[in-house]
């Protein structure tokens, strides 16, 4: 190697001439710890992480999970119809039922239709906020996804928002309606896991890592 400025040989390596002192075309690049492709690399490159592999949650996981919220919803549910029922006075609406009648025929009064209205009202929309709500949260799942360590995502991974988690949930009214119960066990044989209303919502259940 020889000096740009004075031509005189440098030692391969140098920072500077010795002859002149010009800086070499290396010495940036070692202030900046910055090495030029010219300059060979001894000993073996380290190896390039392999990227992780997604885990997509499994049919049986996903069901326990459900099972779980099942029963905390019920939980929440179950002293606001008592506490409602009361207040109606629906106790005495259903005594006072004769045994051997239709009480349908004989005429109820409007109380009851009122609170048969709250209760389909309350579990509409109570799992709906539920599901919704926890699952574009920081959480990203249910209570019950969560106690298993899995996370509801679209399908580039990230957090979703209320409205695709909304369209979640009432896309499983679509999964319903298939015949069997084949548009939930699609989460046990799909490529990537997905119910009908995962699909159908462009989201993905994964397990974290």
Request: net charge positive.
């Amino acid at each position: 190697m020889y000096c740009s400025k004075c031509g005189n040989t440098i030692a391969d390596g140098a920072t500077f001439c010795n002859q002149c002192g010009q800086s070499t075309s290396l010495a940036p690049a070692v202030a900046t710890g910055i090495v030029p492709a010219s300059v060979a690399v001894s000993g073996p490159m380290p190896p390039f992480a392999p990227a992780p592999a997604v885990a997509y949650a499994g049919f049986w996981l996903r069901v326990l999970a459900y099972l779980i919220d099942a029963l905390i919803l019920g939980v929440f549910a179950a002293p606001i119809l008592i506490g409602v029922a009361i207040a109606m006075g629906i106790g005495g609406i259903l005594a006072g039922i004769p045994r051997d009648g239709n009480p349908f025929m004989n005429g109820l009064p409007p109380v009851f239709f009122l609170f048969i209205w709250f209760c389909v009202l309350l579990g509409v929309g109570g799992t709906w906020l539920y599901h919704a709500l926890l699952e574009s949260s920081e959480w990203e799942g249910t209570a019950g996804k969560k106690a298993l360590g899995l996370i509801v995502t679209d399908m580039a991974g990230h957090r979703v928002s209320f409205a695709r988690a909304s369209g979640r949930h009432f896309g499983k009214i679509v999964t319903s309606f298939i015949p069997l119960g084949v548009g939930y066990a699609m989460a046990g044989f799909t490529e990537k896991r997905q119910a009908l209303h995962d699909m159908l919502a462009s989201c993905l259940v994964l397990r974290k890592s």
